[in-house]
């Protein structure tokens, strides 16, 4: 076998094996364990194993009793700004995109805060990665779009809004542009087809498609 060959073979091998897993941690700790793991993977050089952590936080407003935006004064500037504070949608979660070997398992699962992995039996056997369509919901809440979904998605699926204001509205997609990363979802309003676009992060395939 070439050497340009056996490189093929091997670079085949490891798309095969990337995956994501479900790291366990404690609440509020999410983001040191991200940091801490980020580092463990760059002080031991194997930034080819492991990938892309995912803390799923994001700012949120923070509202008064009658649901009014709460300011602030910068401190920097003085001038009074929108109040804003960190949520986490899954909290005591982390999001791994990585490739399991003996080595990435005992680092992980040897980083300060992380409580364990989802998917592992224990006893030595390593845990199972996250379906595809299990971590895709993730990545969209974190506007995060990869190539690889846009093959999931064609002319005719069945698709659910879930974000904006047609929020849960059902249709059928019309049209997939890939360069723009948009669909166009045929959906019904008030008795009437209407066509809708959307991101590839604001939909969901419809279960139990026929």
């Given at each position: 076998?070439t ?11 490891e798309?095969?094996?990337k ?14 364990v ?6 463990r ?24 009793e009658h ?31 990585m ?17 364990g ?12 990665p ?16 990869d190539?690889d ?11 659910k ?21 948009e669909?166009?979802v045929?959906?019904m ?22």
């Amino acid at each position: 076998m070439t050497d340009e060959l056996e490189k093929e073979v091997n670079d085949e091998d490891e798309e095969e094996v990337k995956a994501w897993y479900i790291i366990n941690t404690f609440a509020s700790k999410e983001r040191q364990v991200k940091e801490d793991l980020e580092k463990r993977a760059k002080s031991m050089g194997i930034q080819d194993k492991i990938f892309r952590i995912i803390c799923a936080e994001h700012e949120v407003p923070v509202l008064d009793e009658h649901g009014k935006q709460k300011m602030v004064i910068d401190k920097k500037t003085g001038e009074k700004v929108p109040k804003m504070k960190i949520e986490n949608d899954y909290p005591r979660y982390l999001f791994v995109e990585m490739i399991m070997t003996d080595e990435t398992w005992f680092i992980v699962r040897n980083t300060r805060g992380v409580s364990g992995i989802t998917g592992s039996s224990g006893k030595g056997a390593k845990p199972f990665p996250v379906p595809r369509e299990e971590i895709e919901p993730v990545l969209k809440r974190m506007n995060i779009i990869d190539s690889d979904m846009y093959s999931d998605y064609k002319e005719g699926d069945r698709v659910k809004l879930i974000t904006g204001t047609w929020v849960d509205a059902e249709g059928e997609i019309t049209s997939v542009n890939k360069e723009t990363s948009e669909v166009l979802v045929s959906v019904m309003l008030f008795g009437r087809p209407q066509s809708i676009k959307a991101k590839f992060f604001e939909i969901e395939k419809v279960e139990n498609q026929k």
